[in-house]
């Protein structure tokens, strides 16, 4: 089908100037998109394109900021999830949305349960689940099993079930295969092309190149929060579709990186071999050496943040082991985790939430972890602490009205310098980083960047997880790229390429000129 | 957002130092003492007479003991429901301690007090380590500790009288005109003073109440520090009961009843919050004031016992509104 012929016919749904932002944070910018009835449309983007917010506007989840939507050429505003679910919109979540105690038809049925005289019709909701799990092609789904029973797969054709229950017009699924096995993955294609024929759009938003090329028969790629090129599947080679992922628009300055030369015969400060955590970290094996940076890259939630927390001793039951200057560490807790002659600090995954009590002041949250340093028999000692917090405000320039006001109160950039400070207190020698740039603004970025430079050129052996490929390839001396809790790739000094990081990260070779479709 | 915190720091900034620094649920609380007094005083001039005023501080340094243990375990975002027969049994066991002689008698606030440490021990283990909610292990303790009591004394008030020393320590007088139960509750006050703003153990606390992951995350042993709390409360709900029994002069059964709601007021009403994580000791001081004036002007108004709970009931919700929702996060 021709791009003119697309617009010949009057999509069902319309998406023009669609603008959203989140604090100072562009997450959508004048998005446009046309979804057709009988056609199944792909979106592409890197994290933090837009993709997930443009579903939560869809959905009714968040209201946009700008623009507009149209629904069979009607303005359509959605003021919850349930008005978007009334006008035919349905979505597949990647995270689960069941109720593990409730049956499969209870969960099914639950937004809209069928009633007579004010109670639920058990006989009804029956014939309602049996009927949505027929479409969803999962008729070995007994209605009246407890979800938390199933399998995940299954949960996940029971969530499908549960979109389909609703009669949506659109469907939408956000990764909905990611949780699924082969034979479901074929089975489910099998579905969501039936459904296509029945006159249905779907919205497939999904990491995985290859199915995007079995199913998709229009694509959009998102980038940077604007949709910047959409295309009839099979048009485009993989490498074109990354380099449109990709693209180019602002640059970081970053520190000269060091030319590192491990000492011969020197045990690595941090040795990882075949870690593994449940299903979601597998056989993880690597090392970092005294002054190094090593990244950690990959699409979101692939394992990475539980790789580190697995390594600050937070999961429990995780296999394989991890050694610190060559003997083998037990690390149980953060607690032990810190202590010398480990030594690790961890910069976690949300500032406000694990990073810091945000009513408390700007001193109690920097001396929080060193307490056990500045205190003598229990008591703090006070002189020491303004000491060591003096040094570190003025080491890391974090601008505050004052030490005694509540850390919250501070900028997004600097609230991160507090965490950062409050760890450096300690003098680690190894330290985890998880996604420290988030939100913050480019000029406290750089001089993270050279304070990361700067603390391992004294010594510091640094894991540096980032979902800002620039930053990857601009700090680190080497990087893991992790795909569904396995390293799948390293890259270390000039190969660390954004084409080669996308590329592994996806899981595909960019060098393979395949077509999409 | 710093639109508004500047034009309040405007308004701050025009008070004097004191009152800048003070949080104003504390400042709220005292001008209700203050209030209460005046209402008092319009009613019988004797509200305000100094002898009126160390015998409301003498009744009140038992609540006061009492709500300083709470405090801990409400700051840390929990509570202990077990204190009326903590109290209780922490009277019994000093009771029955002097039973035994002189040396019973001169280890009997250690036996009290040590009784009430062990029962907070079981409370901070069943919270922190097999993660049961507070409010259903203290419950349970609670009533655990009454049902040992009842087979203890066979559901009798026991015959054992208070030994002299704490009689002393409930009703003497170390200075003349002062009560020495006031020197004790000052004492107490000082101590958690120190422990809530001076060492790490306090400072733990808050930093659990406001985030127990990120205090977890920082590597502090955040299991310890709450099993520590319940033990301070549970060895200072038993000194409490220690008190009233040489108060009293004995023992009795359920003697810690009337104390659990208004501890709990204390705590709340001093602008601690009931989520945890906020809150100045000087509050509670002011909360244990408030509540005991409070009890005495109603009952002096021959306010009947059912008036004067549904007095504190409602005082706690009301000041709940005010205070103990958690403010907005971003």
């Known amino acids: 089908m021709t791009t003119a012929e697309i617009q010949a016919t009057s999509p069902l749904f319309r998406m023009e100037g669609v603008s959203k932002r989140y604090g100072g944070v562009r997450a959508l910018e004048n998005a446009h998109l046309d979804v057709e009835a009988g056609h199944i449309h792909a979106i592409l983007g890197e994290n933090g394109a837009g993709k997930s917010t443009l579903i939560k506007i869809m959905a009714g989840v968040v209201a946009p900021d700008e623009g507009r939507m149209l629904l069979d050429g009607q303005e359509a505003v959605f003021r919850s999830p349930a008005a978007a679910s009334a006008a035919g919109i349905a979505c597949v979540f990647q995270e689960l949305s069941l109720i593990p105690d409730l049956s499969v038809a209870d969960n099914i049925a639950i937004s809209n349960p069928p009633c007579r005289f004010g109670l639920i019709d058990r006989r009804a909701q029956r014939a309602i689940a049996e009927e949505a799990l027929a479409r969803a092609g999962a008729e070995d789904i007994h209605p009246r099993a407890a979800v938390k029973d199933l399998p995940l797969s299954r949960r996940q054709m029971v969530e499908i079930a549960k979109a389909l229950a609703s009669r949506p017009r659109i469907l939408i699924l956000d990764e909905a295969t990611s949780a699924l096995t082969a034979g479901d993955v074929a089975k489910v294609f099998a579905v969501l092309k039936g459904l296509r024929s029945e006159g249905l759009a779907l919205l497939y938003i999904s990491h995985r190149m290859h199915e995007i090329a079995e199913l998709a028969d229009t694509c959009t790629v998102f980038r940077n929060g604007r949709n910047v090129a959409s295309f009839c599947a099979g048009t485009r080679t993989n490498g074109e579709v990354v380099e449109m992922m990709i693209g180019r628009e602002y640059s970081n300055v970053f520190p000269p990186r060091q030319q590192h030369s491990a000492e011969p015969g020197k045990a690595p400060v941090l040795e990882c071999r075949n870690l593994g955590w449940s299903d979601r970290l597998r056989d993880i094996s690597f090392s970092v050496g005294e002054g190094e940076v090593v990244g950690l890259g990959g699409l979101e939630g692939q394992g990475q943040r539980l790789l580190l927390l697995a390594l600050f001793g937070v999961l429990r039951g995780t296999s394989g082991s991890v050694l610190i200057d060559g003997q083998p560490a037990a690390i149980r807790s953060p607690a032990e985790a810190r202590r010398p002659p480990r030594s690790m600090a961890l910069i976690p995954e949300d500032r406000k939430t694990e990073g810091l009590m945000l009513p408390m002041t700007v001193r109690e949250n920097l001396s929080f972890a060193a307490l056990d340093r500045i205190a003598r028999g229990g008591v703090i000692d006070r002189g020491k602490e303004e000491q060591l917090i003096d040094d570190m405000v003025r080491l890391l320039e974090i601008k505050t009205a004052g030490l005694d006001v509540p850390v919250g109160a501070l900028s997004g950039g600097n609230q991160q310098k507090v965490v950062i400070a409050k760890w450096l207190m300690r003098e680690p020698r190894i330290i985890l980083l998880n996604d420290p740039t988030r939100g913050i603004d480019v000029g406290t970025k750089q001089e993270l960047y050279r304070l990361l430079r700067r603390l391992a050129e004294a010594g510091a052996a640094i894991v540096f997880y980032s979902t800002d490929y620039d930053e990857l390839i601009g700090c680190c001396d080497r990087v893991l790229v992790l795909y569904d809790g396995r390293v799948v790739r390293e890259l270390e000094g000039d190969g660390i390429t954004e084409r080669a990081l996308i590329a592994s990260a996806l899981n595909v070779e960019a060098a393979q000129e395949g077509t999409v479709a | ?330």
């Open chain 2, 1 to 330: 957002m710093s639109e508004t915190s500047e034009s309040r720091l405007s308004i701050k900034a025009r008070l004097p130092v004191f009152l800048r620094r003070a949080d104003p649920a504390v400042l709220t609380a005292f001008g209700c003492i203050f209030l209460l007094l005046l209402l008092g005083s319009l009613y019988s001039s004797n509200f305000l007479s100094p002898d009126y005023l160390l015998q409301q501080l003498k009744v009140a340094s038992f609540l006061g003991v009492v709500a300083a243990g709470m405090m801990v375990v409400i700051l840390l975002g929990h509570i202990d429901l077990s204190v009326p027969w903590v109290m209780t049994m922490g009277a019994m066991m000093a009771c029955a301690a002097a039973g035994f002689g002189e040396i019973g008698a001169a280890v009997a606030i250690p036996v009290g007090v040590l009784s009430g440490m062990a029962f907070g021990l079981l409370n901070g283990l069943g919270v922190a380590y097999l993660r049961i909610p507070s409010m259903i292990v203290t419950l349970a303790s609670n009533v655990v500790a009454q049902g040992l009591m009842v087979v203890y004394t066979g559901g009798f008030s026991p015959q054992d009288s208070a030994p002299n020393a704490i009689r002393w320590l409930a009703t003497g007088a170390l200075l003349p005109g002062v009560p020495n139960a006031i020197l004790v509750w000052s004492g107490v006050s000082a101590a958690m003073v120190f422990l809530f703003t001076r060492t790490a153990f306090g400072r733990a606390v808050y930093g659990i109440g406001n985030s127990e992951r990120a205090a977890f995350l920082s590597g502090v042993g955040t299991r310890r520090v709450v099993m520590i709390a319940f033990v301070v409360s549970g060895g200072l709900s038993a000194f409490g009961g220690v008190l009233l029994a040489g108060y009293a002069s004995k023992a009795a059964q359920a003697m810690g009843d009337p104390y659990l709601l208004p501890s709990i007021a204390a705590v709340v009403l001093g602008g601690t919050s009931i989520l945890g994580g906020r809150g100045s000791y000087f509050g509670t001081v002011a909360g244990v004031i408030l509540i005991t004036l409070l009890q005495s002007i109603l009952s002096v108004m021959q306010m009947p016992e059912a008036g004067r709970q549904i007095v504190y009931g409602v005082v706690i919700i009301v000041m709940l509104l005010l205070y103990g929702r958690a403010p907005p996060s971003r």
